[in-house]
């Protein structure tokens, strides 16, 4: 089973970006494809976007317009794009395969203030 490390995340301000990046120990695509997840302070986490090994992109409708899920297979990475931050938007950003869940990481925090 492979393991993913989350990486880029930090401070922005509203209307700032990020690129978060999703390393795998082994071949990114193990599986079916690569999810991203956010969890907010006091929420559940959930489903952000996903990105197949065709290279096929889907996102929750918040995101949409906003995020770019992408991948760069010789470098074993997923990034998620994230631009026009909001507040909305803080949270710890987690990256896992799909349909089969790998152990879940550290995540990123991602903070979006003024």
């Known amino acids: 089973q492979v393991q993913l490390v989350e990486s880029g995340g930090g401070l922005v301000q509203p209307g700032g970006s990020l690129r978060l990046a999703c390393i795998s120990t082994?071949?990114?695509?193990?599986?079916?494809?690569i999810d991203w997840f956010r969890q907010a302070p006091g929420k559940q986490r959930e489903w952000v976007a996903q990105i197949n090994r065709s290279g096929t992109t889907f996102y929750e409708e918040f995101v949409k317009g906003r995020f770019i899920i992408s991948a760069d297979i010789a470098k074993n990475t997923v990034y998620l794009q994230m631009n026009s931050l909001t507040p909305e938007d803080t949270a710890i950003y987690y990256c896992n395969t799909a349909p089969t869940k790998s152990r879940w990481g550290q995540g990123t925090q991602v903070t979006c203030s003024s």
């Open positions: 082994g071949s990114i695509f193990t599986t079916s494809a």
